[in-house]
């Protein structure tokens, strides 16, 4: 049997993710530069930058650690900037339960925006069989692997410079525009371009209330009015339902 | 505000613990369970939503404020990078495309 890395799947998920690395980059690098900004000691912006790994709730917690915010305000807005994720694990469990709980932990952790979307982009639903499967883990392995390392090999060196890249570079914004782009691919259907457009609004519309819950509130009022939508508008195809 | 201190370091740890639970939330318990049919249908437009409900914002939004001028180099980003997608398919090409028109606008004329 070949091994993962072998594996063409796992070849293709790294060359997908070639084209959206350097967006990751990007935003790594400016994300390093804040962290070490940010007052924290340099152990901490070490341990921050090689283990949190999530760039959106790094950066909502950084500015509430560095002010000395009570630990659960930090971490309830850490959990809601990362809600997404919880959305799309409900997804990918399908595509995960064969593994072992231990490997599936360290999967779902190392799956970040990218790599979910570059797969559900290529299987928008798990294979029915077990080598399907494994081939689908095989290119998240690879999407993955190339995430991990650009996203954190540029945060290492935005924090080994952070002295010399000012921040109004507004380089991070890159980040930014491979997100815009996972978008523009998801919206392959009229309801989840009025979802991207009602969440999109919503979530400018609450952007004052606590803990980042604005994010909550958009998914659930977006979510909401697609399901009521589905009655007159063609529903998303059948093929794309996850779970 | 040199120095390491235990809170921050118990604030690194569990926003680590953080990272693992929500991108492992609905795979965690290996117990049978099937979705009702309105969640499964939800779940073909949450991701999108919860997607936009974070980059959205990082577009329109200055500092909690909605941009109130057209003057910004992101909102012309997104709609080269956009065109592009729509025109050619690319992700890199979205990406480089946006960037083409946003670093100029910021870094030249301070968008």
Redesign the interface.
């Known amino acids: 049997m070949t091994r993962w890395w072998q594996d063409e799947h796992f070849k293709l998920g790294l060359r997908d993710m070639?084209?959206?690395a350097?967006?990751m980059a990007?935003w790594g690098l400016m994300t390093g530069v804040a962290t070490a900004n940010s007052?924290?000691?340099g152990?901490?912006v070490m341990?921050?930058t090689l283990?949190?790994?999530?760039g959106?709730?790094?950066l909502a917690?950084l500015p509430l650690?560095?002010a000395g915010a009570p630990?659960w305000v930090?971490?309830v807005t850490?959990?809601c900037?990362?809600?997404?994720?919880?959305?799309?694990?409900?997804?990918?469990?399908n595509y995960?339960?064969d593994l072992p709980?231990g490997v599936?932990?360290f999967?779902?952790?190392a799956?970040?925006?990218l790599s979910y979307?570059l797969m559900?982009r290529r299987w928008p639903q798990a294979a029915a069989d077990a080598a399907g499967r494994r081939a689908q883990r095989n290119f998240l392995a690879g999407t993955s692997l190339l995430g991990w390392l650009s996203w954190v090999g540029a945060n290492l060196l935005g924090v080994a410079f952070s002295s010399s890249i000012p921040m109004n570079?507004?380089l991070g914004?890159?980040g930014?525009?491979?997100?815009?782009?996972?978008?523009?691919?998801?919206?392959n259907n009229p309801?989840?371009v009025v979802?991207?457009?009602?969440?999109?609004?919503?979530?400018?519309a609450t952007?004052?209330l606590p803990l980042r819950l604005?994010?909550l509130v958009?998914?659930a009022v977006?979510?909401a009015i697609?399901?009521f939508l589905?009655r007159w508008l063609p529903?998303?195809p059948s093929d794309?339902?996850?779970? | 505000m040199e120095g390491t201190d235990a809170w921050t370091l118990l604030a690194v740890a569990l926003l680590t613990l953080n990272t693992v639970v929500t991108r492992s939330f609905f795979f965690i318990s290996s117990k049978k369970w099937t979705l009702p049919a309105w969640a499964r249908r939800s779940l073909v437009y949450a991701p999108i939503a919860a997607l936009a409900a974070v980059v959205v914002p990082e577009v329109v939004m200055t500092q909690g404020q909605l941009v109130t001028t057209w003057q910004d180099a992101r909102l012309f980003a997104v709609a080269a990078g956009a065109s592009w997608y729509y025109l050619r398919k690319g992700l890199l090409g979205t990406l480089v495309c946006g960037m083409a028109v946003y670093l100029p606008l910021r870094l030249g004329l301070g968008w």
């Open positions: 070639v084209s959206v350097p967006g990007a007052g924290l000691s152990i901490e341990l921050l283990l949190v790994y999530a959106s709730s790094q917690a650690i560095a630990l930090v971490l850490a959990f900037v990362n809600l997404r994720f919880v959305v799309f694990s409900a997804h990918l469990r995960m339960m709980l599936r932990l999967r779902g952790y799956t970040a925006d979307m559900i570079w507004g914004f890159a930014t525009m491979a997100l815009v782009g996972i978008l523009c691919a998801l919206t309801l989840r979802s991207l457009l009602v969440a999109g609004a919503v979530a400018v952007m004052a604005n994010i958009s998914i977006a979510v697609c399901l589905e529903p998303a794309e339902e996850g779970a």
